[in-house]
T-cell receptor, first 110, second 113 residues
Framework: KAGVTQTPRYLIKTRGQQVTLSCSPISGHRSVSWYQQTPGQGLQFLFEYFSETQRNKGNFPGRFSGRQFSNSRSEMNVSTLELGDSALYLC?????????FGPGTRLLVL | QQQVKQSPQSLIVQKGGISIINCAYENTAFDYFPWYQQFPGKGPALLIAIRPDVSEKKEGRFTISFNKSAKQFSLHIMDSQPGDSATYFCAASLTYNFNKFYFGSGTKLNVKP
């Protein structure tokens, strides 16, 4: 089976812009989670979707949002980008309790 | 409040030696404890995981030791190899909490040849 794919892999944006990141889970996986990884804060949970419904949410401002489509593909959106949003954004798909991570999208906000 | 605390931040081990990474957790309701390995430019990959009903789990050279009363768990890498050089993360979750994992801060392991 193909692994979790994330697009784009790298992105450069300026403050105030918005960005949309995409994640395609492993075939058959209906749960998709998003994490932000930074050197200072480590891996922090953003939200989790299952069958197009957000089931869980981390402690991030409302500028961070997501959605999941009927084919389980997921997108996350960050509006009004801030310098501190520069990070590696990881998507993970799950079947049961095991999470499989994608390679991430590295976002740089200038 | 940091739910999972991991130490050390970095670790240097000679080839063939034992690497030990420790984690402590706060929430006694956590019931699933995985360890992840991450290489530069890659996402974390599940290495091994344990539930609190067992005190130890071994898979090849990797062993998790779990101490429920102390709320601690550790990863032991036996016969460490240069290819094991990576960042290791411990994590904890509640099964009913829908894949919300709390991660430790990571340990960068360097195995010297």
């Amino acid at each position: 089976k193909a692994g979790v794919t994330q697009t784009p892999r790298y992105l450069i944006k300026t403050r105030g812009q918005q960005v949309t990141l995409s994640c395609s889970p492993i075939s058959g996986h209906r749960s998709v989670s998003w994490y932000q990884q930074t050197p200072g804060q480590g891996l922090q949970f953003l939200f989790e979707y299952f069958s197009e419904t957000q089931r869980n949410k981390g402690n991030f401002p409302g500028r961070f949002s997501g959605r999941q489509f009927s084919n389980s593909r997921s997108e996350m959106n960050v509006s009004t980008l801030e310098l501190g949003d520069s990070a590696l954004y990881l998507c993970a798909s799950s079947y049961g309790e095991t999470q499989y991570f994608g390679p991430g999208t590295r976002l740089l906000v200038l | 409040q940091q739910q999972v605390k991991q130490s050390p931040q970095s670790l240097i081990v000679q080839k063939g030696g034992i690497s030990i990474i420790n984690c402590a957790y706060e929430n006694t309701a956590f019931d699933y404890f995985p360890w992840y390995q991450q290489f530069p430019g890659k996402g974390p990959a599940l290495l091994i995981a344990i539930r609190p009903d067992v005190s130890e789990k071994k898979e090849g050279r990797f062993t998790i030791s779990f101490n429920k009363s102390a709320k601690q768990f550790s990863l032991h890498i036996m016969d460490s190899q240069p290819g094991d050089s990576a960042t290791y993360f411990c994590a904890a979750s509640l099964t009913y909490n829908f894949n919300k994992f709390y991660f430790g801060s990571g340990t960068k392991l360097n195995v010297k040849p």
